[in-house]
């Protein structure tokens, strides 16, 4: 069975090289849908928690929301990165406090600080799934990514091979010691 939750996500991008609109800066609001793939958990009766896949999601998701995001040889990148540096909130600002946990993947680097992610690919919705799967796959059982963003729209399928040791009590992953970090369940 399937556990699914959405996200909004509203950002800003070009596709820096692309021959059309998009080659100019413009905002977007994307919704992610994230599906999570397992047993249903006798328990709970659940395959996951949907507020615990946003939360996993959005602790490291909302670095893309009211952010900038650039291809890396863009060079609108220096030149942005001069104007927040001149204005003195290139380094964070005290009004800046919905920050993400920063990462550096292979394909995304995040600059909560800043509300910058700097991506390795151009940043379409076929894109923005590489670097999700990508951010999130060991954290959850992702069966099903899509994006959509204004007229754009892709997805991308996944197979589940691994079934996930949760709480029967509230349905969260177990950590390695088979304990529940939220109820203090323990596995025996
Ligand atoms: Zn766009
Ligand atoms: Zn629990």
Redesign the pocket.
Known sequence: MRSITTIQLQYAHRFYGFRGEAQYLHGHSGVLTIEVEDSVNPGVNMAFPCNEIQKTAWDVLKNFDHALILREDDPLLPAILDVYEKQGIRNGHPQNTMKGEAFKTELATAYPDCRLVVTKETMTVEGMIKIVYDLLKDKLNIAKITFTSGVNAASQEYEVTKSMDR?P??G?ALNEEGV?P????KKR
């Open positions: 709480c009590l509230c969260i529940c939220k109820c203090g369940y």
